[in-house]
C-alpha cells in the first residue's frame, strides 16, 4: 500500500528543477449577461510545468472552458496576469502566442482536406514548402492517418477528425497544447483508446498538456497533476492519487470517485490522532496533523473501498462504526453495501467479491465497518 | 417521406404517393410551360408582325439576332447594369450580412427590420420614391441611378442569404484559424469566405436575376435610357419580334448554366 503522502511529496519534489510553462496569476472573468455580471473565474492561480499532463477537472459552468480560453488568448481576463514560459502575455492576442488549442467540436476547416487542415499553421508562418511537407508527413504518421492526406473532413469518423485536429495543432510544436474536452463527442470504448493515444502522444512529442475534463477517471488516469475547479475556483490542486485520497474540500471528495462524509465532534486528542465521537461505541481515528481542536465539529472523508464491513467488532487501533444494512448490490467483481450508521448517516462500502460469490452481510444485518486511521481526512473549511 | 409511405406499403399510403408524384408533376408542368413557349416561338417562322400562333420552325431569327438595334442596345445596358449591380450588391450585402450575423451592435434591431423592409416595400412605391429622390437631388438620370436603384431592391436578398449562413457558421472555425497563426485578413480570406461562399453566390445570382429582369423600379430611374425589359414592354403594342424570344432564351439557358455549375461545385466541395 502505498502511503498517500507520497504522491504530494513528489509532486512537492518535481517543482523545484522544473520550468513553467503556463502561469496563471489570480485571472478572474466577468461577463455582462442582460445588465448582470456573470462571475466565470473568480482568481484562479496556476503554474503548469513544461512537460506536464495538466487538468482541469470539474463540473459544467465552473469555469474550465474559459480558464483555457484565456491561456489562448481568445477572452481578456477581467484581471490578473497571463503568463507563458515567463512572459506576460496577457494581451497578445492569439495568433501570437505560442499555444495551440484543440477544440470541443474539432473545428476542422470543412472546404479543406486533412493535408490543408494540417499545413494550416505552418503556411501561416510561412516555414517553407520541403519543411511543411515533411513535418505534415511526420506527425501524421504520429496520429496514424497516413494515407488518408486527401480525405475532406466529413468523411472521416468522430476518431479520425479528432486526430486531424490534434495533428493540426501539434505539427506547429506549440510550447503548449490546450485541449478542450477533445473525447466528449466519442463513443465510450473510442474514448478509452483516445486516451491511450494521447498518452502516448503526449510522452512522444514532450509537449506540455493542458487538457480540460469534466470526466474524473480521465483526469485520474492521463494527468500528472489536476486542479480541481468548482463555481469559477480551483479547489484542490495536486496529483491524482493525492487528489483521490486527500480530498482537500467536501466538494472534491463528492466530485471525485464516490466517498463517504461523516460528521463528528473532536472529543479527544493523543499523540498521534484525534478521535471523533459519534456514538457509545463508535469512534473515528483522524490523523491528529490535519484534525480540528478537541471540542470542535468536523467533517471527515473516507473512501468506500477503505472500509471493512464484519459482523463483529473488531478490537484494533481503527476507526469503527456500527450500523445496519439498507442495502446490498452485487457489481461483478465488488458487492457495495449502503449502511445507515446509527446516528443517521449512510455510508457506502465496497467489498472484494469472495471466491464463493457470497456477502457478508445482508439487508437488515447489524455490522461494524472499520479503517485505518489514515483514510479518514478531515476536511478543510467544513 | 416518400419512402416512408411506400415502406408502409399501406393502400393509403401507395395513393398518398400517387398524388404527391401526379402533384409534383403538375407545378413542374405549370411552372415550365411559360418558359417552353418562350423558346419555343424564337423558332417560330412567323409571316405576320405577331408572334403568337406557330408557324413552322426556322433558326432565323437567332442568325437575325442582333438585327434590331434598339434593342441590341437595351440588351447590352441590362448586362452591364446587370453586372455592375451584382457586383455592388454582392460587396456590400456580404459585409452587411456577416455584420448582422456576427456581431450585437446598436442599430442591429433597426438594420434587420429595414432589410425585412426593402424585401416587402412594393416595387411600385420604392419607384417612386427613389425617383423624387433623384429628382430633388438632381441626380442625371441613367446607368448610374438604374444601377443604384437595383442595389437597394437587390441588396436585402444577398444580405439574408449571406447572414443566415454566418449565423450557422461554428464560430470555433475562426478561433481555430486566429490559433493557428492567421490574421484577421488571413482568417476571412481563407476559412470565413469560403465557409459562407455558397451564400454569397445564391445571394449574386439572385441579385442578377432581379436586376436583369426588373422593369417596374427601372422605368421611374431609368431616364433616357431603356433596358431589355422597358423595350420589350414598349414593344407591347407593335408585336414583339422573335428576337425577345431569342435573347430571353439564351438568357434563361446562361442562369440555368450557372445554377447547374454552382449545385455541381458546393455538392463537390461540401
Ligand atoms: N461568452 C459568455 N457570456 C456570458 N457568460 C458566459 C460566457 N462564457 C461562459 N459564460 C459563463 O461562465 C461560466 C463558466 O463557463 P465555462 O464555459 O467556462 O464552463 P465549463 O467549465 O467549460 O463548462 P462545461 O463543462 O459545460 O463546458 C458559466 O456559468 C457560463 O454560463
Ligand atoms: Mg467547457
Redesign the pocket.
Known amino acids: 500500500m502505498v502511503k498517500p503522502q507520497v504522491a504530494g511529496a513528489v509532486t512537492a519534489n518535481a517543482r523545484v528543477d522544473r520550468t513553467s510553462a503556463i502561469e496563471l496569476v489570480d485571472v478572474a472573468k466577468e ?1 455582462t ?1 442582460h445588465g448582470e455580471v ?1 462571475h ?1 473565474v473568480k482568481g484562479v492561480s496556476l503554474d503548469i510545468a513544461e512537460g506536464e499532463f495538466f487538468s482541469l477537472l ?1 463540473p ?7 480558464t483555457m480560453r484565456m491561456i489562448a488568448g481568445f477572452e481578456d481576463p477581467t484581471r490578473g496576469v497571463v503568463r507563458l514560459y515567463g512572459q506576460d502575455v496577457t494581451d497578445v492576442p492569439p495568433n501570437r502566442r505560442d499555444v495551440n488549442m484543440v477544440f470541443q467540436s474539432y473545428a476542422l476547416f470543412p472546404h479543406m482536406n486533412v493535408w490543408e487542415n494540417v499545413a494550416f499553421g505552418l503556411k501561416r508562418r510561412k516555414v517553407a514548402a520541403q519543411e511543411i511537407k515533411t513535418r505534415v508527413g511526420e506527425i501524421l504518421e504520429v496520429v496514424g492517418l497516413t494515407g488518408r492526406e486527401k480525405r475532406r473532413p466529413r468523411e472521416m469518423s468522430g476518431g479520425q477528425q479528432q486526430r486531424v485536429a490534434l495533428a493540426r495543432a501539434l505539427v506547429n510544436r506549440p510550447r503548449a497544447l490546450l485541449l478542450d ?1 477533445p473525447l466528449g463527442a466519442l463513443d465510450l470504448k473510442l474514448r478509452h483508446t483516445m486516451q491511450i493515444e494521447l498518452k502516448r502522444i503526449q510522452r512522444e512529442v514532450g509537449i506540455t498538456f493542458v487538457y ?1 475534463t ?1 470526466d474524473q477517471s480521465e483526469a485520474l488516469t492521463m494527468s500528472d497533476r489536476i486542479a480541481v475547479m468548482n463555481d469559477g475556483v480551483v479547489e484542490q490542486l495536486a496529483g491524482p492519487r493525492e487528489i483521490y485520497e486527500q480530498p482537500a474540500t467536501a466538494f472534491v471528495a463528492g466530485f471525485i470517485g464516490t466517498s463517504n462524509l461523516i460528521n463528528g465532534t473532536v472529543s479527544a486528542v493523543d499523540g498521534a490522532h484525534a478521535v471523533l465521537s459519534l456514538g457509545s461505541d463508535d469512534r473515528i481515528l483522524i490523523p491528529s496533523g490535519s484534525a480540528p481542536g478537541q471540542g470542535e465539529a468536523a467533517v471527515i472523508t473516507v473512501r468506500p473501498e477503505k472500509i471493512t464491513i464484519a459482523r463483529q467488532r473488531r478490537d484494533q487501533e481503527v476507526s469503527q462504526v456500527r450500523g445496519t444494512v439498507s442495502e446490498v448490490v452485487y457489481l461483478g467483481t465488488y458487492n457495495s453495501y449502503v449502511v445507515t450508521l446509527d446516528g443517521g448517516a449512510e455510508v457506502t462500502v465496497f467489498e472484494q467479491n469472495a471466491m464463493d460469490g457470497t456477502s457478508t452481510a445482508e439487508r437488515g444485518d447489524s455490522v461494524w465497518l472499520s479503517w485505518r486511521p489514515q483514510h479518514s481526512y478531515a476536511l478543510r473549511g467544513a | 417521406m416518400t419512402t416512408v409511405a411506400r415502406k408502409a406499403g399501406t393502400g393509403r399510403g401507395r395513393l398518398g404517393d400517387r398524388l404527391l408524384h401526379a402533384y409534383t408533376w403538375l407545378i413542374i408542368v405549370w411552372l415550365s410551360t411559360p418558359i417552353a413557349v418562350m423558346i419555343l416561338f424564337g423558332f417560330n417562322d412567323r409571316k405576320s408582325r405577331s408572334n403568337t400562333s406557330w408557324q413552322g420552325f426556322t433558326l432565323e431569327w437567332y442568325r437575325r439576332l442582333f438585327e434590331i438595334d434598339g434593342l441590341t442596345q437595351a440588351l447590352i445596358n441590362s448586362l452591364l447594369i446587370a453586372v455592375a449591380a451584382t457586383v455592388l450588391t454582392t460587396v456590400i450585402g456580404t459585409l452587411l450580412g456577416l455584420a448582422l450575423g456576427r456581431y450585437r451592435f446598436r442599430g442591429r434591431g433597426i438594420s434587420n427590420f429595414l432589410i425585412f423592409t426593402a424585401i416587402s416595400t412594393p416595387e411600385l412605391v420604392m419607384g417612386a420614391s427613389l425617383l423624387s429622390l433623384f429628382v430633388s437631388g438632381n441626380l442625371q438620370r441613367g446607368h448610374a441611378t438604374i444601377v443604384i436603384a437595383h442595389v437597394l431592391f437587390a441588396l436585402a436578398f444577398v444580405t439574408v442569404t449571406v447572414r443566415a449562413r454566418v449565423v450557422g457558421l461554428d464560430p470555433s472555425l475562426e478561433e481555430a484559424a486566429r490559433d493557428l497563426g492567421a490574421s484577421t485578413w488571413d482568417t476571412f480570406r481563407l476559412v470565413t469566405l469560403p465557409a459562407i461562399m455558397p451564400g454569397v453566390v445564391a445571394g449574386g445570382l439572385l441579385a442578377f436575376a432581379l436586376s436583369i429582369d426588373d422593369y417596374v423600379v427601372t422605368s421611374f430611374v431609368n431616364g433616357s435610357t431603356s433596358t431589355f425589359p422597358l423595350w420589350i414592354v414598349g414593344s407591347v403594342k407593335v408585336g414583339i419580334p422573335p428576337q425577345v424570344n431569342v435573347m430571353g432564351t439564351l438568357i434563361f439557358a446562361l442562369g440555368a448554366a450557372l445554377a447547374i455549375v454552382n449545385a455541381v461545385a458546393s455538392r463537390r466541395k461540401a
Open positions: 461577463y449577461v456573470v466565470a470539474g459544467s459552468g465552473c469555469g474550465k472552458t474559459t474536452e480540460v469534466h
